[in-house]
């Protein structure tokens, strides 16, 4: 069974920092491509970022490039998320997410995980 | 940028047919997801590829995609199907999700 269990999450300044983890388990890890959603409070689901199976390929949405890295340790079966220079638009729940396969695009996000969330606050 | 556009609301009667619309500029030449997210839980996926259901989503769901305007149906629609729905597509290697579709079963 495929479980992905995110973590770090929590309470950060305007302008801080964050990094969420994702730990998979119930596949083969190396063989999929991760992708991170978030979810603002009583909003719709937005995608923020994409990565291959071996890390080669990322890609962002606009309203996070440049702040947020995403990477993966296949060794460690976890996906991250380095979140830079948050702001109130980037409290949310965020999921990960595994794909239907290793790479590109017209891949489907067939497992999530449960959500963490971060709350950008003074 | 890409834009999905999703009607915030469908009501449908228990045992009737629930049809919910996204629409896209040529969207019928990508392919289209649909994520079923209900109240507190994380988003489930029940049609990929237009048309195509995962293992264990029943068979009264239904997907189709042509012109500008994918559709998720769901046939003998039942109170447990009330939540929220997501369409999604890939557009140049960036993903894009409607604003999701509150389906209401009374």
């Known amino acids: 069974e495929v479980q992905l269990l995110e973590s770090g999450g929590g309470f950060v300044q305007p302008g801080g920092s964050l990094r969420l983890s994702c730990a998979a388990s119930?596949?083969?890890?190396?063989?999929?491509?991760m992708t991170w959603v978030r979810q603002a409070p009583e909003k719709g689901l937005e995608w923020v970022s994409f990565?291959?199976?071996?890390?080669?390929?990322?890609y962002y949405a606009d309203s996070v490039k440049g702040r947020f890295t995403i990477s993966r340790d296949n060794l460690k079966n976890t996906l991250y998320l380095q979140m830079n220079s948050l702001g109130a638009g980037d409290t949310a729940v965020y999921y990960c997410?595994?794909?239907?396969?290793?790479?590109?695009?017209?891949?489907?996000?067939?497992?999530w995980g449960q959500g963490t969330l971060v709350t950008v606050s003074s | 940028s890409y834009e999905l556009t999703q009607p915030p609301s469908v009501s449908v009667s228990p045992g009737q047919t629930a049809s919910i619309t996204c629409s896209g500029d040529?969207?019928?030449?990508?392919?289209a997801y649909w994520y079923q997210q209900k109240p507190g839980q994380s988003p489930v996926l029940v049609i990929h590829?237009?048309?195509r259901r995962p293992s264990g989503i029943p068979e009264r769901f239904s997907g189709s995609n042509s012109g500008n305007t994918a559709t998720l149906t769901i046939s003998g629609t039942q109170a447990l199907d009330e939540a929220d729905y997501y369409c999604?597509?890939?557009?140049?290697?960036?993903?894009?999700f409607g604003g999701g579709t509150k389906l209401t079963v009374l």
């Open positions: 997410a595994k794909t239907s396969s290793g790479s590109g695009s017209d891949t489907w996000f067939d497992s």
């Open positions: 119930g596949f083969i890890f190396s063989n999929y491509a």
């Open positions: 999604q597509a890939w557009d140049s290697n960036i993903v894009v």
């Open positions: 590829r237009d048309s």
């Open positions: 040529k969207l019928g030449h990508k392919y």
């Open positions: 990565i291959s199976d071996n890390g080669a390929g990322t």
